[in-house]
């Protein structure tokens, strides 16, 4: 069964930090894109950053510029979001998302709870 499980969310002050975690099972996970999503109630779901299969190439939006690094572990099925800096407007519920290039497969994760608030 496939399935993506993010974990690391909770509750944070402005100015902290956080690391997501996704751990992928029930798929060749080395060769899927993943990113990270984010959405809160209210807004429409946007992208956070984006980490191609090999690692080599990143994507971040302009809000998480500087402050977020995606990275991934294939050896362990696992990609990483590290948050510093964090922002009240960066309170939501975070999605780990797989696809496959060049294939109609795409993978959600059931998301993990970020706060920041003081």
């Known amino acids: 069964q496939v399935q993506l499980v993010e974990s690391g969310g909770g509750l944070v002050q402005p100015g902290g930090s956080l690391r997501l975690s996704c751990a992928a099972s029930?798929?060749?996970?080395?060769?899927?894109?993943m990113s990270w999503y984010r959405h809160t109630p209210g807004k429409e779901r946007e992208l956070v950053a984006t980490?191609?299969?090999?690692?080599?190439?990143?994507n971040y939006a302009d809000s998480g510029q500087g402050r977020f690094t995606i990275s991934r572990d294939n050896a362990k099925n696992t990609v990483y979001l590290q948050m510093n800096s964090l922002k009240p407007e960066d309170t939501a519920v975070y999605y780990c998302?797989?696809?496959?290039?060049?294939?109609?497969?795409?993978?959600w994760g059931q998301g993990t709870q970020v706060t920041v608030s003081s």
């Open positions: 980490i191609t299969s090999a690692g080599g190439t990143t």
């Open positions: 029930g798929f060749y996970f080395s060769i899927y894109t």
């Open positions: 998302h797989a696809r496959r290039p060049a294939y109609d497969l795409n993978y």
